[in-house]
């Protein structure tokens, strides 16, 4: 009788503590790769295709919330508990900028020019740093009526979005004049928020409810009720025909994005709350992150098991198309071990 097939995704360890963020790149010359920021204050790198450890940005000294990397990902971001908001070159992993605040940093984002940088936290003040003039002082938005969970840019860097810890809805801010142009309402606080690749739809999470907005008129496109209350969701970006949501249940729900029905329920292979999903920039693979510590990169394709073959901790042996070797000139810079992270930071 013919084994049943089951979906089992590439394990990527090496965080100590829960992975609250991932960010994908775009695809570059050297590929894409994957940003993840954990409560253990070491954001890091990986190819984006396979989970393989690149290497860890070293020198926060508080949990980090946030991560990203700019458009080329020559350049990483990061927004710690620390009070700062990091930058760091994402080729030999050093730091390039510490932008000091006064209190913890929740969010953080590039521009799509890649010239500045966009941070928001709990002192409900939205900053921009620009990166040509690091050492000048940043234009400071004050009027969040709550603390600043997410921030994003869209409208080719003209409009801000950001949502509240504390508050429902999201808010669009106009660069130029500072002010709000338009709050999209949610009843419960938004817990993530993203620009589709086309720049067509801006997708949110809200207590159990994952929304798509149309990013040019802001009126709601769909809403669908969840299983449980939901952290984070991504829309696919290929064809957009497709999202992916995680939560409460630890389980990664994959729905068809027309109807609302779940196409696939990822069980039993986290064993925390799902904080973040995102979809790799090709639509192929998307990734979760968990309060257990881990990351996982789920395919689309039809990328099966069954008993008898072998897994790595990254995936399934012998599979990876690019390996970190193929990608050394990428991350010359990096300290990087035959096993990957450090014993200190592995999560056994």
């Known amino acids: 009788m013919e084994k049943k097939k089951v979906a089992v995704p590439l394990v990527c360890h090496g965080h100590s503590r829960p992975v609250v963020d991932l960010f994908y790149s775009p695809v570059t010359p050297d590929g894409f790769f994957l940003i993840s920021a954990s409560k253990d204050a070491s954001p890091m790198l ?12 070293e020198g926060h000294k508080g949990a980090v919330w946030s991560c990203c990397l700019d458009t080329n990902a020559l350049r990483a971001a990061s927004g710690s508990a620390d009070f700062s908001a990091k930058v760091w070159d994402a080729i030999i992993g050093t730091e390039l900028h510490s932008f000091e605040h006064k209190h913890i940093v929740r969010a953080c984002a590039f521009s799509e020019d890649t010239h500045l940088l966009l941070t928001g936290g709990i002192e409900k003040i939205l900053r ?3 990166l040509n003039r690091p050492d000048a002082p940043p234009r400071e938005i004050d009027k969040s009526p709550g603390s600043i969970r997410t921030v994003t840019w869209l409208h080719s860097d003209q409009t801000i979005l950001s949502s509240c810890t504390d508050i429902g809805g999201v808010r669009l801010w106009d660069v ?19 620009v589709s690749q086309d720049g067509r739809y801006i997708t949110t999470a809200d207590g159990s409810s994952v929304k798509f907005w149309d990013a040019n008129h802001f009126g709601l496109v769909k809403s669908y009720n969840m299983p449980c209350t939901v952290e984070s969701a991504s829309l696919e970006p290929k064809d957009g025909n497709k999202f992916v949501a995680g939560g409460e249940d630890m ?14 329920c990822n ?25 257990d510590g881990t990351i996982r990169i789920w395919q689309m394709g039809p990328t099966a098991t ?12 012998g599979k990876a198309k690019v390996g970190v070797n193929e990608v050394s000139h990428k991350i010359e810079g990096f300290h ?13």
Request: net charge negative; aromatic share 10%.
């Open 46 to 57: 990986r190819n984006g295709e396979t989970g393989d450890w690149i290497g860890t940005f």
């Open 128 to 130: 921009t740093f620009d």
């Open 176 to 194: 130029r004049s500072g002010k709000i142009v338009q709050t999209l309402e949610t009843k419960s606080p938004v817990t993530s928020a993203e």
């Open 251 to 264: 389980w990664v729900h994959l729905f068809d994005f027309h109807t609302g029905l779940e196409i696939a």
């Open 267 to 291: 069980k039993g292979h986290h064993h925390g709350p799902v904080h973040c999903v995102r979809f790799s920039p090709g639509g192929e693979s998307y990734a979760s992150g968990s309060e």
């Open 306 to 317: 069954d008993d008898n073959e072998p897994y790595g901790t990254n995936g399934p042996t």
């Open 336 to 348: 990087i071990t035959k096993d990957g992270p450090s014993e200190k930071s592995t999560v056994t």
